[in-house]
């Protein structure tokens, strides 16, 4: 079973700082992917990744498969950004149509 | 911009009623997934639907719930006694060969 650990738990931030958000999983995998979950419960799917790095505005995510860490970057944030972030993972070897283990989430809370 | 719907988005119910949860999922999507997340706790994995039948499910997903599509459309979660512990929201995905999209999900109360 993969065992997802995300940091920090909870996050604040002034407007306009650069956010990181880190995810490790204990057992390799092919794909990880962020989310994000608004304060009303409704969850977003941000990116899959496989390798490298994936950009869309001002969000960036990397990861290492060899190293089993991701990182989800947030470049000047803003109150908006505020949610909760999370990683999560499916089986080794699966990328579509498996179950997705989750991490706890990162709250991240951004004031003006 | 397609989207996976969930209804309703609020459910209250008493211990022991039957509910169904319902889903519409984005329409060429062929692999279908339940979730559910307790208050203060992580998202966990239900059940993975695929080609008509249940293709994964966890421990969680015992005798007590059961999933369906009974149309081209709607995929639905049927929780035939609840209990108080079933309180939490439940998210409805869908996806094809990537990314999996969630619905809204539905908050379910027992009381």
């Known amino acids: 079973k993969n065992e997802v650990e995300q940091s920090p738990q909870n996050l604040t931030a002034q407007e306009g700082e650069f956010i990181t958000i880190n995810c490790s999983y204990s057992?390799?995998?092919?794909?990880l992917h962020w989310l994000q979950q608004h304060p009303g419960g409704g969850i977003v799917s941000l990116f899959m990744?496989?390798?490298g790095k994936k950009k869309h505005g001002r969000l960036i995510a990397t990861i290492n498969i060899q190293e089993k860490h991701s990182s989800l970057h947030i470049t000047a944030s803003h109150p908006r950004d505020s949610a909760v972030y999370i990683c999560?993972?499916?089986?080794?070897?699966?990328?579509?149509?498996?179950?997705?283990?989750f991490g706890e989430g990162t709250q991240l809370t951004v004031n003006p | 911009e397609p989207e996976v719907t969930q209804t309703p988005s609020h459910q209250v119910t008493q211990m022991g009623q039957e509910v169904i949860l319902r889903c519409v999922p984005i329409?060429?999507?062929?692999?279908f997934y339940w979730y559910r997340q307790i208050l203060g706790q992580k998202v966990e994995f239900l059940v993975s639907?695929?080609?008509?039948?249940?293709?994964?499910k966890s421990e969680i997903f015992d005798d007590q719930f059961s999933v369906e599509r009974p149309d081209g459309s709607n995929f639905t979660l049927k929780i035939r006694s609840t209990k108080l512990e079933d309180s939490a929201m439940y998210f409805c995905?869908?996806?094809?060969?990537?990314?999996?999209?969630f619905g809204p999900g539905t908050r379910l109360l027992v009381l």
């Open positions: 990744l496989s390798s």
């Open positions: 329409s060429n999507h062929l692999y």
């Open positions: 995905a869908s996806s094809t060969y990537g990314a999996q999209y």
């Open positions: 639907f695929y080609n008509n039948e249940i293709s994964e």
């Open positions: 999560a993972v499916p089986p080794l070897g699966e990328t579509s149509g498996s179950r997705l283990t």
């Open positions: 057992v390799g995998i092919s794909a």
